[in-house]
């Protein structure tokens, strides 16, 4: 097991977004600027739910390494903050001078947070390990986040998903409610429905979209309207 410290990010750029501008933007789509049908709590937790339904297709890109605290081949992943899953290892890691090209190394990741190195010889104490990761988005001023990793130009998209959740919530609420004409809560759920699927299409074009990063081929702009 190690001690683990963040030393960098890379490929998400940070937004400049916070919880306040964004849940005003939500209540805009709501038409509910004044809170007069849903509460900043509930608003706040349909913006949580968006946020990490968007992290499971566009997760925040994290670097940390962990420094080997005793020999052996589990390490533990604990301190990688919001760690979803380990993209790349590198093992052995010299901060001071990096190897090149790096020791990339074979492993699995256990639930408990458990990191398992299957390569090479077994690691020994006050070795580094260099991690690459995947990690949960945060929005500054939400659970006492102080940065917004949510790209400027997701952001739209993540208002488009809340509201949907907060208008799902709302309908579900209503269901059971005496003096509710029955036509209300269909309605709202309607419209819920019409933004999720909005949203859920999105990712999925954004899932698509780094499927195509990863694979090394970008598709060609085509030369005019005939070009297949």
Same mark, same amino acid.
Do not use: C
């Given at each position: 097991?190690?001690?683990?410290? #963040?030393?960098?990010t890379? !490929?998400t750029?940070?937004?400049?977004?916070? /919880?306040?501008?964004?849940?005003?933007?939500?209540?805009?789509?709501?038409?509910?600027?004044?809170? !007069?049908?849903?509460?900043?709590?509930?608003l706040?937790?349909?913006?949580?739910? =968006?946020?990490?339904?968007?992290?499971?297709?566009?997760?925040?890109?994290?670097?940390?390494?962990?420094?080997?605290? =005793?020999?052996?081949?589990e *390490?533990?992943?604990?301190?990688? %903050? +919001? /760690? #979803?899953y *380990? &993209? @790349?290892?590198?093992?052995e890691? %010299?901060?001071?001078?990096? &190897?090149?090209?790096?020791?990339?190394r &074979?492993?699995?990741?256990?639930?408990?947070? #458990?990191?398992?190195? +299957?390569?090479?010889?077994?690691?020994?104490?006050?070795?580094? *390990?260099? *991690?690459?990761?995947?990690? @949960?988005? %945060?929005?500054?001023?939400?659970?006492? =986040?102080?940065?917004?990793?949510v790209?400027? &130009?997701?952001?739209?998209? #993540?208002?488009?998903?809340?509201?949907?959740?907060?208008?799902? +919530?709302?309908? /579900?609420?209503?269901?059971?409610?005496?003096?509710?004409?029955?036509?209300?809560? @269909?309605?709202?759920?309607?419209? !819920?429905?019409?933004?999720?699927?909005?949203?859920? +299409?999105?990712? @999925?074009?954004?899932?698509? /979209?780094?499927?195509?990063?990863?694979?090394?081929?970008?598709?060609?702009? !085509?030369?005019?309207?005939?070009?297949t």
């Open positions: 097991m190690g001690s683990t410290t #963040i030393t960098g890379v !490929a750029s940070l937004g400049s977004a916070t /919880l306040a501008t964004l849940r005003d933007r939500v209540e805009q789509v709501l038409q509910d600027t004044g809170n !007069a049908t849903w509460s900043t709590a509930e706040d937790e349909a913006i949580r739910h =968006a946020i990490d339904e968007y992290a499971q297709v566009s997760p925040y890109k994290v670097i940390g390494t962990i420094t080997l605290a =005793a020999d052996g081949r *390490v533990s992943l604990s301190t990688l %903050t +919001n /760690l #979803i *380990v &993209e @790349r290892v590198w093992w890691y %010299t901060s001071s001078d990096p &190897e090149y090209p790096p020791y990339w &074979e492993f699995e990741q256990w639930p408990g947070a #458990i990191l398992w190195i +299957n390569d090479g010889e077994e690691p020994a104490t006050d070795d580094v *390990v260099r *991690v690459y990761y995947a990690a @949960r988005h %945060t929005l500054n001023g939400l659970d006492s =986040a102080a940065i917004t990793t790209p400027n &130009e997701h952001i739209s998209l #993540i208002v488009t998903g809340a509201a949907a959740n907060a208008a799902r +919530n709302y309908s /579900l609420s209503l269901s059971g409610a005496v003096n509710v004409d029955g036509w209300t809560p @269909r309605r709202y759920l309607e419209w !819920a429905t019409a933004k999720e699927t909005e949203f859920q +299409n999105a990712l @999925r074009r954004l899932a698509r /979209l780094d499927a195509v990063r990863h694979s090394g081929i970008t598709p060609a702009v !085509a030369l005019d309207r005939w070009d």
